[in-house]
C-alpha cells in the first residue's frame, strides 16, 4: 500500500497531524504502537495550556498561542464530525502561589514577555481575595495567582478518541499494533515493521514519542529526546469545587480532580511512588484543603517527551528529505497547531509558518 | 401482598443505636457491619451513580465493588468495611451540581 | 518505619496459616487486613460464630476457629482494618488504617489476598437487589442476615452450599437457575477418575444436592438468555431453558459463577501472569513455593490460582517454609522435611478441582454480553461500547481504559477486567495472553488525599 504520507505514533502528536494532512486530501497511514507502549496521550496532564511557556523563545509562546487560538474551531469540527465533545474549556487558567516573592517574580518576567509579544499575553493578577472570588475552594495558603486568559483545559482521552475516530472517517489507515524496525528510502520510503509488514510513502512523519530515541538517529536526526516522569493523581467524581484548571489541580468535565504532576529525571522508569504521591497531595490540600476529604482513585506516571531546551522539534532529515521529526511534550496544547499550520509546513505550501527556531540547529553535535 | 423486607435477621444480636440516614432516623445494632444493617433496615438504593444517576447498592459485601458508598462526615465511604456506631450521619454521596459560582 | 520478617497481606486460611508457620519458625510476623477480624471471606467472622450460625453454616466453616486462634502466638502482629493501597520495591508496603496512612518494610511479603467473584454482566445486574452469591454468604456469616425471596443465579456448588445454608436458615431460595449444561456434565466426566482422590469434595455435592431435593427447592439447569428485571431495583429474573422462557419474580438475585484469583496486588508490582484456560482466568506466575518473579514477593491461596480454602492454608504454610529458609531460620533438609507431606497433601486437595471447573463452566452469556449489556460498573461502559474500541484499534484494555473509561472508577477494574479482555479477545481474535490486562496502579484502593498528605516527607527533608 502506498500513501502520500506514513505518519509513525499514533498518539495526539501522529493523529493530529495525519488529521490535518487529511483534511488536504492526503492519503495517510498511521502506524501505532501496542497496548503496553509508553504513551503520554493517555497519561497526560489535558492543559490546553499559554502561560510560563516560551520565556527564553518567544516564538515558543507564539506557537502556543497560535494553537490555543485555532482550538475552538478545531474542537468544533471535531465534535461535528464524530459527535463527541472533547471537553474543551478556555475561560483562563491559574499559576497558583504561595508566596509574595515567587509571584512577583513571576509576574516581572511575564511582563518581559508580554513586551516582547508586542502586548499580546492577557494576564491579571489575583491577589488572595479576588481569587477567592473566584475560587471559593481555595486555601488560606494561597497567596494569589496569575489568571491568563487564554489558558484553558480539555479531556485528552476524548480527544484521542475522537481523533482517532475522525482519522478513519476520513479515510486515513490506522494500523495498530506494530513496532516500526527500519524506515529506508528509495522512490519511496518503506516502513517495515517487526512483524514484517511494510508501508510505503512518499514522506514520513515521525512522532513516535519515546520511540524516536531509537528511530530518530535511524533516520538522519539528531533527536535529543529524553524521558520525564510526571506522577499524577485524580479523586473520584465530585460536584463542581474548582472553576479554572492551574497546573496544581483541574476539575476535568467527568467530576474527578486531577492533580499534577512530579517532574524526575528517572529515565524509563513510569511507576508511581508512595513518596510523589503524598507530595502532590499535600500541595493540592494546601490550594483546596476541601480535597482533603477526597479519596484518590487513580494515579499513573507518564513520561513527557522532552528536548533539552523543553521546546519542540521540527525538523526535515538532513539524510533522508521527506521524513520529518515532530516531537513536543505539549501535545494536547499544541494539536490544534499540528492539525491546522503544521500541513503546511509539512507540504512546503507558501502559508507554512515559520518554524526555524524549532529545528534542531539549534542543538550542539554531541 | 408482601410485606417482609428482602433482609431478614435471623439471630438478632446486640444493643440498637440511633443513626441517620439522609435525614432519617434509624435504629441499628451497634457494631453491626453498616451495610448489613442498612440493608435490614429496609434502605435502598444505597446512592445514585455520578455518571447517570442509577441506583445502587450492596453488590459484593466484601470491599471491593464500591457500588454500597454512603457519605459520612464528608467522605464517600463503602458501608460494607464500616460497623455501625452511635450518632452515624449517613447520607446518600453527593452527584454532580455545582457548589459555587 | 517499623521493619518486621515477614508482612503478610490477607487474613484469610493462607494467611493465617502462612503467619502460625512462619511465626513458629521464630519470624517476626505482622498481618494487614481490612476485616476487623481474621478469617477472611470464607472464614468469615469465624472467631464470633454463636451456635445458631455455627449450626446453619456447617462443619467446614466452623474449622476456620482452628486457623484464627493459630494468630494467638507472640510473633504475630494482626493489623485489623488495614487497607493497603501500595507496594514498592517488593518490601514496602504502605496502607491505612483508621484514617492514618503508615508505611511498613518487610524483608519478604506474602499477598494472600485471597478471589474475587468472577464477574457475571447480565442485563440488570447493577440493579439494587442484584448481589453475588458470595455476598449473601458474606452477610450470613457477619451478621446472621438471610435474603428472603431470593432466587441464585448461576454455576457451581457454592449456589448448592449457599442454598443449603438458606434452607438451613429457615429461608430458602425461590429458586435456582443453573447455566452448566448436560454436555459440561458430559465433557467434566473425563476429569472423574482424577477427582475421585477428591472424593470427600463430590460426597459433599452430592449430599448438598439431596438436602436441596428434600427441601424442595427448584433447579432449572441449561438456563440461558439471563437477564434481571426492574426499576429502580431488582424484581425478577427471566431466563431460558429449552424453548421455555421462565420469569420468577423475587427481591433478591444472588449471582455466581465462579470465583477467580484476586491479583490486583500482584499486578500492582508488575509480577507477569498467564491465561488459565481451564479455570477460565489469569493466574500470576510463582514456582511451588508461591515464590514470584519479585523475589521477596511470594503468593499463597486462591489468589495464585483457585484451590478452596484448605489449599490456600497448605499452600501458606508452603510458603512460610520456603521463607524461613530464605532468612535461616531453617535448614533445606528441614524445609523440604516439612514440606514433602503438605505437597501431597495439597495434590490431594486439588484433585476434585478439573472436574469442578470442567462441570461448572462460566455462565457463556455472561462471558460474551450482548451489547448493551453494562460491563464496567463504574463507570458504566457497555459490551458494545468495548466492541467499538475494539473496531477503532484498541488491541488492549489500557487502550479502551484510555478511550471509554472501563476499570477507571472506584473499583479499578475488579468487576470489568476479565470482561473487558474476554470481549477484546474474541473480538480482535486475539489470545488472552496477547491481549493482556488492565495495568493496576496505586493505590490499590482508594485512599483519601489528606491520608496520603500527612505521609508527605518532602517538606521535613526538603
Known amino acids: 500500500m502506498t500513501s502520500d504520507y506514513a505518519i509513525i505514533g499514533g498518539g495526539i502528536v501522529g493523529l493530529s497531524t495525519a488529521w490535518g494532512l487529511l483534511k488536504r486530501g492526503l492519503r495517510v497511514t498511521v502506524l501505532d504502537g501496542d497496548d503496553g507502549s509508553f504513551r503520554a496521550s493517555r497519561g497526560n496532564f489535558g492543559l490546553v495550556w499559554v502561560q510560563s511557556k516560551g520565556m527564553k523563545q518567544p516564538r515558543y509562546a507564539q506557537w502556543s498561542q497560535d494553537s490555543a487560538a485555532a482550538w475552538a474551531a478545531f474542537s468544533a469540527e471535531l465534535n461535528d464530525a464524530t459527535g463527541r465533545d472533547v471537553g474543551l474549556e478556555q475561560k483562563g487558567g491559574y499559576d497558583l502561589h504561595f508566596s509574595e516573592e515567587s509571584l512577583e517574580a513571576t509576574v516581572a518576567k511575564y511582563e518581559v514577555l508580554k513586551e516582547t509579544l508586542g502586548g499580546n499575553y492577557p494576564f491579571e493578577v489575583l491577589g488572595h481575595n479576588a481569587l477567592r472570588r473566584e475560587e471559593p475552594a481555595i486555601g488560606p495558603k494561597v497567596v494569589g495567582a496569575i489568571l491568563h486568559h487564554q489558558d484553558g483545559h480539555a479531556n485528552p482521552l476524548k480527544l484521542l478518541q475522537a481523533l482517532a475516530d475522525d482519522v478513519r472517517r476520513l479515510g486515513g489507515v490506522i494500523m495498530n499494533g506494530m513496532h516500526v524496525t527500519a524506515v529506508d528510502k528509495s522512490d519511496l520510503f518503506r516502513i517495515t515493521c517487526a512483524d514484517k509488514t511494510e508501508v510505503r510513502a512518499r514522506k514520513v512523519v515521525l512522532s513516535a514519542g519515546l520511540g524516536a530515541m531509537t528511530l530518530g538517529p535511524m533516520m538522519g536526526f539528531k533527536a535529543p529526546i529524553r524521558p520525564q516522569r510526571g506522577q499524577v493523581l485524580i479523586t473520584e467524581k465530585l460536584p463542581k469545587l474548582i472553576n479554572r484548571p492551574s497546573l496544581i489541580a483541574r476539575q476535568v468535565d467527568e467530576g474527578g480532580i486531577q492533580i499534577g504532576a512530579t517532574n524526575e529525571e528517572v529515565g524509563l522508569d513510569d511507576t508511581v511512588t508512595q513518596r510523589g504521591l503524598s507530595g502532590l497531595a499535600a500541595e493540592a490540600i494546601a490550594a483546596f484543603p476541601a480535597l482533603a476529604k477526597a479519596q484518590l482513585v487513580r494515579s499513573w506516571g507518564a513520561l513527557r517527551i522532552l528536548s533539552p531546551d523543553g521546546l519542540p522539534i521540527y525538523q526535515e532529515s538532513p539524510d533522508m528529505p521527506g521524513a520529518y521529526l515532530v516531537t513536543c511534550h505539549s501535545g494536547i496544547t499544541l494539536a490544534a497547531a499540528h492539525a491546522r499550520f503544521l500541513p503546511d509546513w509539512l507540504e512546503g505550501a507558501d502559508t507554512a509558518p515559520n518554524l526555524e527556531v524549532f529545528s534542531e540547529n539549534r542543538f550542539a553535535i554531541s | 401482598m408482601k410485606t417482609a423486607l428482602p433482609f431478614r435477621e435471623i439471630d438478632p444480636v446486640g444493643n440498637k443505636v440511633s443513626i441517620t440516614f439522609g435525614g432519617i432516623d434509624l435504629m441499628l445494632p451497634l457494631g453491626e457491619n453498616l451495610a448489613g444493617a442498612l440493608l435490614v433496615a429496609g434502605v435502598m438504593p444505597f446512592r445514585n451513580t455520578p455518571v447517570s444517576g442509577a441506583p445502587r447498592g450492596p453488590f459484593c459485601m466484601m470491599g471491593a465493588c464500591y457500588d454500597c458508598l454512603v457519605q459520612i462526615d464528608g467522605m464517600n465511604v463503602q458501608a460494607c468495611m464500616l460497623q455501625v456506631s452511635e450518632g452515624m450521619e449517613i447520607t446518600m454521596p453527593v452527584v454532580g451540581g455545582t457548589a459555587d459560582a | ?462
Open chain 3, 1 to 462: 518505619m517499623r521493619k518486621v520478617d515477614l508482612i503478610v497481606i490477607g487474613a484469610g486460611p493462607a494467611g493465617m496459616s502462612a503467619a502460625r508457620r512462619a511465626a513458629q519458625q521464630g519470624l517476626d510476623v505482622l498481618i494487614l487486613d481490612e476485616q476487623p477480624a481474621a478469617g477472611g471471606q470464607i472464614y468469615r467472622n469465624v472467631g464470633q460464630a454463636n451456635a445458631k450460625r455455627s449450626e446453619i453454616l456447617g462443619k467446614d466453616f466452623i474449622h476456620g476457629q482452628t486457623l484464627t486462634k493459630g494468630l494467638d502466638h507472640a510473633n504475630i502482629r494482626h493489623l485489623k482494618g488495614a487497607v493497603v493501597w501500595q507496594i514498592e520495591e517488593g518490601t514496602r508496603v504502605s496502607y491505612t488504617q483508621n484514617g492514618i496512612g503508615a508505611i511498613v518494610e518487610g524483608q519478604r511479603i506474602l499477598l494472600a489476598t485471597g478471589a474475587l467473584e468472577r464477574p457475571m454482566p447480565v442485563p440488570g445486574w447493577t440493579l439494587p437487589g442484584v448481589m453475588t452469591a458470595g455476598a449473601a454468604q458474606i452477610l450470613l456469616k457477619q451478621s446472621g442476615i438471610a435474603c428472603q425471596n431470593a432466587v441464585l443465579v448461576g454455576s457451581g456448588p457454592l449456589l448448592y452450599l449457599i442454598a443449603t445454608q438458606m434452607v438451613r436458615a429457615g429461608v430458602p431460595p425461590l429458586a435456582i437457575v443453573e447455566t452448566q449444561t448436560k454436555a459440561d456434565l458430559a465433557k467434566s466426566m473425563r476429569h472423574l477418575v482424577g477427582a475421585l482422590r477428591g472424593w470427600s469434595y463430590l460426597l459433599k455435592g452430592l449430599h448438598m444436592l439431596w438436602e436441596l431435593r428434600r427441601a424442595g427447592i427448584v433447579r432449572h439447569v441449561a438456563a440461558t438468555d439471563v437477564a434481571i428485571e426492574g426499576d429502580q431495583r431488582a424484581q425478577a429474573v427471566v431466563f431460558i431453558t429449552g424453548k421455555t422462557a421462565h420469569r420468577i419474580e423475587c427481591d433478591t438475585v444472588l449471582m455466581h459463577h465462579g470465583v477467580v484469583p484476586n491479583t490486583q496486588a500482584a499486578r500492582s508490582i508488575d509480577i507477569p501472569h498467564q491465561w488459565d484456560a481451564a479455570q477460565s482466568c489469569f493466574v500470576p506466575d510463582c514456582d511451588a513455593a508461591g515464590r514470584t518473579a519479585v523475589s521477596t514477593v511470594f503468593i499463597a491461596g486462591d489468589g495464585a490460582g483457585i484451590g478452596g480454602a484448605k489449599a490456600a492454608a497448605l499452600m501458606g504454610e508452603i510458603a512460610a517454609l520456603e521463607i524461613a529458609h530464605d532468612l535461616e531460620r531453617l535448614t533445606k533438609t528441614d524445609r523440604d522435611a516439612a514440606t514433602q507431606d503438605l505437597h501431597k497433601l495439597l495434590a490431594t486437595e486439588r484433585s476434585a478441582r478439573p472436574f469442578i471447573d470442567a462441570a461448572y463452566p462460566p455462565y457463556a452469556g455472561a462471558i460474551a454480553p450482548a451489547d448493551e449489556t453494562i460491563i464496567c460498573r463504574c463507570e458504566e461502559v457497555t459490551a458494545g461500547d468495548i466492541r467499538r474500541f475494539a473496531g477503532l484499534g484498541c488491541l488492549g484494555p489500557n487502550q479502551t481504559k484510555a478511550f471509554g473509561r472501563p476499570g477507571m472508577g472506584p473499583c479499578q477494574g475488579r468487576y470489568c477486567g476479565l470482561s473487558v479482555s474476554q470481549i477484546l479477545s474474541a473480538t480482535n481474535d486475539m489470545s488472552l495472553d496477547d491481549t493482556g490486562y488492565y495495568r493496576i496502579r496505586p493505590p490499590l484502593k482508594p485512599v483519601t488525599l489528606g491520608e496520603l498528605a500527612s505521609m508527605d516527607v518532602s517538606a521535613s527533608e526538603g
